[in-house]
């Protein structure tokens, strides 16, 4: 229960950050983000499909 508090309060004050920020420089960022995501999803598939 303690960690789902904590990340709702980061959560929080992510969003609180983006909605400072200018739209392109957060949608660089989103960029930036998923593009890491993908490039962590693909490792993990391939590394299970060595072992």
């Not at 980061?10 to 989103?30: D, E, F, K, W």
């Not at 593009?35 to 962590?40: M, R």
């Amino acid at each position: 229960m303690l960690v789902l508090v904590a990340a709702l309060l980061l959560l929080g004050i992510l969003l609180g950050a983006v909605a400072h920020l200018p739209l392109p420089l957060s949608l660089a960022a989103a960029a930036v983000i998923g593009c890491w995501l993908l490039i962590f999803a693909v490792r993990e598939r391939a590394s299970r499909r060595l072992h």
